[in-house]
């Protein structure tokens, strides 16, 4: 009993201990942000000497654009009174990421800062700053800075395209075709997943992936299904419809042609026919027109 009673004893003192530790960490972090804060008012303020004050005496500053070293407080100060005066009137922002604690006395910020400058295009960096405690206050001990990614996005070539995101649904009793629409990251592609079910059971599924073909200036698709065939589409609007020339290959070699007509009418439904439809050299009859619905999500 005493062996148990000891034991109990050690695990609500280690969980009060833990429970002390995680307070201290949360005060503590919220001084990190807060000094963060007052280094934005004291930049935007051009004070120099309020910002060196910010820094450990022998820290070490990465100027971003030169990649030289700037040690100690005072030789940071002499940075930025320079950077000031030749960048009269530029203002920081900064947004905190996260912030990691590696000992009680030592942090790692993480964190995004746009310095905007009059008439020219603002500058952005990631950043990654060491704070170090010293005497109840954090200091700033190292700050490392790179460029953000230009990230490529064809959004603008593509968002007519948005109100397809989501899935839809159209069939009969005997036959039903659902169809599910997502960007990729960046939203540079749109992916369609499709599958034709007859009688509960999938007859033919695929995946189509509609994207902006910097070379050719225009919307191309490309297609592939479950039967082994593939193909690719020209897709072109008139009005509130998408005109899509499709050429494809199927599994056994032949090739086919078809004009896929996909026609907007609200946020909701669709139409999709197909007209001029060949396949191994053969003409087709067209496909009526049908709507298609967008599935209700489910609760």
């Known amino acids: ?3 148990l009673t ?8 280690s969980a009060a201990l833990c429970q002390v530790a995680s307070a201290d960490q949360a005060t503590d972090e919220a001084s990190i942000r807060k000094a963060v804060e007052a280094y934005v008012a004291a930049f935007n303020g051009g004070d120099s000497e309020k910002l060196a004050g910010m820094w450990l005496p022998d820290a070490v500053y990465t100027n971003p654009v030169s990649g030289e070293q700037v040690v100690g407080r005072e ?9 000031f005066a030749a960048s ?25 800062a746009k310095v905007i400058r009059p008439d020219q295009e603002p500058e952005e960096t990631q950043y990654t700053a060491v704070y170090v405690k010293r005497d109840g206050q ?33 069939g009969d009793d005997q036959a039903n075709v659902v169809t599910t629409c997502q960007w990729t990251k960046n939203r540079n592609f749109i992916t369609r997943m499709f599958s034709l079910t007859v ?29 082994g065939g593939f193909g690719e589409g020209i897709w072109s609007k ?8 499709n050429t494809g290959t199927a599994p056994d070699g032949s090739s086919s042609s078809s004009v896929n007509i996909i026609t907007y009418v609200d946020d909701n439904n669709f139409t999709w026919q197909s007209v001029n439809r060949q396949a191994g050299g053969e003409l087709l009859p067209n496909v009526d027109e049908v709507v298609v619905v967008r599935q209700k999500a489910t609760e």
Not at 75 to 83: H, L, M, R, T
């Open 1 to 3: 009993m005493k062996s």
């Open 6 to 13: 000891l034991t109990l004893m050690f695990v609500a003192w």
């Open 75 to 83: 030789a940071i100060e002499q940075q930025f009174a320079s950077v």
């Open 88 to 112: 009269k009137g530029a203002k920081l922002a900064a947004t905190t990421n996260s912030v990691q604690f590696i000992s009680p006395g030592v942090a790692v910020e993480n964190g995004t």
């Open 138 to 170: 954090w200091l700033l001990d190292r700050v490392t800075e790179e460029d953000v990614p230009v990230v490529q996005s064809n959004y603008d070539h593509l968002k007519d395209l948005e109100w397809m995101i989501g899935t839809w649904v159209d």
């Open 199 to 227: 009688r509960d059971r999938i007859d033919v599924s695929g995946m189509q992936i509609v994207g902006w073909d910097p070379a050719a200036k225009q919307i191309r698709s490309w297609v592939f299904d479950s039967d």
């Open 238 to 245: 008139k009005g509130k419809a998408w005109h899509i020339q």
